[in-house]
């Protein structure tokens, strides 16, 4: 058997396969499917301080190789996530979490992340500064270098765990924000979220979805993931969390050669809830055949 | 709640045209996490990336027949699929009909009619005679007429067109039948005029453009006066008195 732990910032993972945030929920639903202590590690559903429902459906459309949401960013809000999911989840998720953490506003990811922080199941916290499917916020702080750094530095300042920020493709030069973000003391960053995108229904001449764009994920989007962590892999002196599209055991080599660390599983989760247990259980057979021992220096 | 929704491999061994742009379609395998009317499973089908929900209509050991309209590129793709293929199909999933009331009246809209039916086979199989209203657009489109009239339903068809049964909508018939509980599933447009047609408390099956199916993507959430909730998870079946329009 080839060796499949990876060191992410200190947290050992028996694998580097980690289900994205918001395919994932807290959990509770890919239990019924599957022991989900085989994972490496989880993110689970982007947290804000205040619950949100999200916007208004349909939220779903289907695309070549891919699918949009624009779901939004529902959660219960921070303290519900602490007083009910964690402890519940706690109950048979025996390894360490990450947090994913969205805000409208500085203070609401200090507030969030200061809250998380006394959380002993969390292990690392994904600050998500790109979120394409929220308004006055969200992906705002993410698509400028400036505001990056004041997310990253702020939230540096109230927490010891490590923090990953969460990066959006929609910006012209992604390679300038991870060093930003470096440069403020980020632990880590974790990259794509989603690309937006659209699709009208000819019949009704209207957006499929009811809030117009979404963001893309899926297959569709492998390869800009994929172009994106090397870039940033190869600029900053971090380990990355690569994302996007990631689908099989294959793709989950061929993204730690780009130069990621650890792999996020996210949209697959949904069209196949069994696919981490799947990428999990073939993943020392597909190292194997390419002849890797371990997963450490795959980056090219 | 039950989490019973398991994957499994399905061969199509029927596929046949039962009314205009409607399939129906029978798949063979395991149907043993199909516990209520009123659930759904969730296709994978060649060349799209999202799964399909459809509603069951009828089940036995090892069928399970499913009524659809096509409507795009998956259900298109599903309409074509010669006897044989085989399908990657999550069953079991959502909340279906919870079984109230001595006197039902079930109202069914279109493809919400196949859900209506499973429940209509479930009541007369606990020796509950149901009213049925069936609407459609037009007589071309009707489906299943004769199958209700089986199961020994008082059944009235509504086309808009009035080129069968009583002309208008299902809701022009709602008077003509005593009842003490309804279950209705349709678009929504036509659940809303039944819940405000309907002097009864009862159950209405939503509609919503799914991401996973089985509760974790909140892509299909709605609000109810209890919070909100995921149409494939707690529903596609709500109860009246918890919907908000």
């Known amino acids: 058997m080839a060796d499949t732990t990876v060191k992410l910032c200190g947290l050992l993972l028996d694998n580097p396969i980690i289900p994205a945030s918001g395919t994932f929920g807290f959990g509770d639903e890919f239990k019924n499917y599957y022991d989900i202590n085989i994972l490496g590690s989880f993110v689970f559903k982007g947290t804000t301080k205040e619950p949100r429902f999200g916007n208004p459906t349909p939220r779903i459309a289907e695309t070549p190789s891919g699918m949009l949401n624009s779901v939004g960013l529902q959660n219960p809000g921070i303290d519900a996530v602490i007083e009910r999911e964690l402890p519940r989840l706690a109950r048979t998720y025996k390894k360490k979490i990450i947090a994913n953490i969205s805000g409208f506003s500085v203070d609401e990811f200090v507030y969030c992340c200061e809250k998380i922080d006394k959380c002993d199941i969390v292990g690392a916290i994904e600050v998500n500064i790109s979120c394409p499917n929220v308004h006055n916020g969200g992906m705002a702080f993410g698509v400028s270098a400036a505001n990056a750094a004041n997310v990253t530095k702020a939230v540096k300042a109230v927490t010891t765990k490590p923090v990953f920020i969460k990066l959006s493709p929609n910006v012209t030069d992604i390679v300038e924000i991870a060093k930003a973000c470096e440069a403020e003391g980020a632990d880590g960053i974790s990259l794509i979220n989603t690309l937006v995108g659209m699709r009208i229904n000819p019949r009704t001449r209207k957006p499929i979805l009811a809030n117009t764009f979404g963001g893309l994920s899926g297959p569709a989007v492998f390869p800009i993931a994929l172009r994106m962590v090397y870039q940033v892999a190869h600029a900053v002196n971090l380990p990355v969390m690569g994302m996007g599209g990631v689908s099989t055991a294959e793709d989950v080599i061929e993204m730690m050669m780009a130069g990621a660390t650890a792999v996020q599983i996210g949209a697959a989760n949904l069209v196949n809830p069994y696919v981490c247990k799947e990428i999990i259980e073939g993943l020392s057979a597909v190292m194997e055949s390419y002849k890797i021992k371990a997963l450490e220096e795959l980056k090219i | ?245």
């Open chain 2, 1 to 245: 709640m039950s989490h019973n929704h398991k994957e499994d491999i399905y061969t199509l061994t029927e596929n046949r045209l039962i009314a205009k742009n409607t399939y129906r379609t029978v798949f063979e395998g395991y149907t043993g996490h199909i516990t209520k009317p009123g659930q759904f499973v969730n296709i994978k089908v060649e060349g799209q990336f999202l799964r399909r929900p459809i509603s069951v209509c009828d089940y036995n050991e090892n069928n399970m027949v499913l009524i659809y309209k096509i409507i795009g590129q998956g259900t298109k793709a599903m309409s074509e699929a010669m006897p044989g293929t085989r399908f990657d199909i999550l069953t079991g999933l959502g909340n279906g009909y919870t079984i109230r009331g001595n006197k039902p009246l079930l109202i069914g809209g279109g493809v919400g009619v196949p859900p209506i039916y499973c429940l209509a086979k479930a009541l007369a199989s606990d020796n509950i005679k149901a009213s049925v209203i069936i609407g459609f657009n037009s007589v071309e489109e009707v489906f299943y007429y004769d199958e209700f009239k089986a199961l020994g339903c008082n059944v009235i068809v509504t086309t808009a067109d009035g080129s069968m049964g009583l002309k208008g909508f299902v809701t022009d018939a709602i008077d003509r039948f005593e009842y003490d509980y309804f279950y209705t599933c349709g678009p929504e447009p036509m659940l809303k005029a039944v819940y405000n047609k309907t002097v009864t408390e009862g159950q209405l099956s939503f509609e919503e453009r799914m991401g996973c199916g089985f509760g974790a993507c909140m892509g299909c959430s709605c609000e109810t006066k209890y919070g909100s909730k995921r149409i494939c998870l707690v529903g596609p079946v709500l109860e009246k008195n918890e919907v908000i329009w």
